[in-house]
């Protein structure tokens, strides 16, 4: 499935603007990264694209048919999700494949397939209220793709799981990408970095930046360096952040047009997605 969005604009009570003339396309099979910090409006977006919002402006447009065509084309895991605490892991996604109406002989391969495929089989029987952090990510995984939809829409997949959970759920969200069109929203840059095909980068409602990676980082390309935090600095060079070493205390500078080159002690550095991102928001 491919989606189209044009001029969405969304504003909230008190004239308060959350998303402002959001233009860009989902094409099929990709998975795409939505990236921002708190507030910048990525759930909005989400939940406009998921058809659980209205847009105050603009549309949305689906390649694929009627509103019920869309909505059962689409598979959605929130960041908070409700599930059935006392129920175990495989009623908690019989119960929401009920939801999509699918007959109990697909219903039961689906859920199988499923449980293999996002290694919960050993867990079926237990209870929602006893898996970690990340076995409940897989079940609100499970649950958003029971109907088995063309696109997914994915809020936060790794939060608060620990690193080996992480790149397990980052795998599989890799392979959805090779059938599916996926999006998700993080705050972890190295997610956007591992699985995207595309990044979208959010602030105040507004794109800083939509593409691939690749090009965001060419933008930049050469305008970063490490220094020896101890020296005046001129005022062309943006501070993206400071850390110390065991020697030294080190920052890392923005400098376009290459302004340090002429300080010894600068040493042009590798152009990041990190320092990318970092500078669009303006550096610290």
Do not use: W
């Amino acid at each position: 499935m491919e989606i189209q969005l044009n001029n969405i604009t969304k504003n909230f009570k008190k004239g308060s603007k959350a998303l402002n003339d959001i233009n860009f396309t989902l094409q099929e099979n990709t998975v795409v990264g939505l990236l921002g910090e708190n507030g910048a409006g990525k759930t909005t977006l989400m939940d406009i694209i998921s058809t659980l919002q209205k847009p105050t402006a603009g549309e949305v447009i689906y390649s694929i048919g009627t509103e019920n065509n869309i909505k059962e084309n689409i598979g959605y895991m929130p960041q908070e999700f409700g599930m059935y605490s006392q129920l175990s892991v495989e009623d908690n996604i019989r119960y929401f494949g009920y939801l999509h109406d699918i007959s109990s002989t697909k219903l039961e391969k689906r859920i199988s397939y499923l449980l293999d495929m996002l290694h919960l089989s050993e867990h079926r029987t237990k209870k929602y209220k006893q898996l970690s952090g990340g076995m409940k990510r897989r079940v609100g995984l499970a649950v958003a793709l029971i109907h088995d939809p063309e696109f997914l829409i994915i809020d936060e997949p790794t939060a608060g799981v620990d690193p080996e959970e992480r790149s397990s759920i980052r795998e599989f969200v890799m392979e959805l990408g090779l059938s599916k069109t996926v999006l998700f929203s993080t705050h972890i840059i190295e997610d956007i970095e591992q699985i995207s095909d595309r990044v979208i980068i959010l602030k105040h409602g507004t794109i800083l930046f939509e593409g691939e990676i690749s090009a965001l980082l060419s933008q930049y390309e050469g305008a970063f360096y490490e220094i020896s935090d101890n020296k005046e600095l001129p005022a062309t060079a943006i501070v993206l952040k400071r850390y110390k070493t065991k020697n030294e205390a080190k920052a890392v500078i923005y400098a376009p047009n290459h302004l340090l080159q002429e300080y010894e002690n600068a040493v042009p550095i590798e152009t990041t997605l990190e320092n990318c991102y970092l500078i669009l928001n303006g550096g610290k």
